[in-house]
């Protein structure tokens, strides 16, 4: 997790993320634009708490809800949405996309209107973007439902940025199952999925706006 700790509101348990700081904004102009006015929202791997704090507030048509494995992020993520000017942020739920048995809960217990994920995809094992895949299809059940996805990817069309070269070699020295993704490998799996990428936006610092909806 790229953040330190941090005290907003005087809280001991939140937690910054620099990263989070850095595209806040470049990936709420995105979300306006293709997220319904109206809506249930489930962030994946939410982090520290920043993001859906921003977001929530600045779209409050939608019921967003975070999530986390990791306990030390879900305190995080709730240290944040207490300081938030943002009634419609849900608390923080334990979501694993490595275990099914957490699938479950106030947050999916109705189809989602949209899942967001933001910077998972390479610092996780292959088999948490198959798991995403499978929550995305079994929860976003309404024609159009989006799936957002933002981080660096390698692409057979363009090569490979030398700061993303540089931090994929960084990714597998601290796990080898980490690493940027094929954006083609994981269009292919959406799509087994029932899901079509409608989007493909670049973003600041070598990484992709990504948008999946539900066909």
């Known amino acids: 997790m790229d953040s330190v700790k941090s005290t907003p509101g005087g809280s001991s348990s939140a937690l910054t993320s620099p990263a989070a700081e850095r595209n806040s904004a470049a990936i709420l102009?995105?979300?306006?634009?293709?997220?319904p006015d109206q809506g249930r929202v489930l962030e994946i791997?939410?982090?520290?708490g920043q993001h859906a704090a921003a977001f929530a507030a600045a779209?409050?048509?939608l019921q967003w809800t975070p999530s986390d494995p990791s306990p030390e992020a879900r305190a995080s993520i709730e240290a944040w949405r207490s300081t938030a000017d943002a009634g419609n942020l849900r608390p923080a739920q334990t979501i694993d996309m490595l275990d099914e048995a957490s699938w479950s809960g106030e947050a999916l217990n109705a189809p989602l209107d949209a899942i967001v994920c933001?910077?998972?995809?390479?610092?996780?094992?292959?088999a948490a973007t198959e798991g995403?895949?499978?929550l995305a299809e079994r929860s976003l059940t309404r024609p159009g439902g989006v799936l957002y996805l933002y981080g660096p990817y390698r692409e057979a069309e363009a090569?490979?940025?030398?700061?993303?070269a540089a931090f994929d070699d960084s990714?597998?020295?601290r796990d080898p199952a980490w690493g940027l993704r094929d954006r083609g490998e994981v269009e292919t799996l959406a799509r087994s999925h029932g899901l079509a990428l409608t989007l493909r936006r670049a973003m600041?610092?070598?990484?992709?706006?990504?948008?999946f909806r539900r066909v």
């Open 29 to 35: 102009e995105v979300l306006r634009a293709h997220l």
């Open 45 to 48: 791997a939410a982090g520290s």
């Open 59 to 61: 779209l409050p048509g």
């Open 118 to 126: 933001i910077n998972m995809i390479h610092i996780s094992p292959w």
């Open 132 to 134: 995403l895949m499978r």
């Open 159 to 164: 090569p490979l940025a030398p700061s993303n």
């Open 171 to 173: 990714l597998k020295a």
């Open 204 to 211: 600041p610092a070598n990484n992709l706006s990504l948008i």
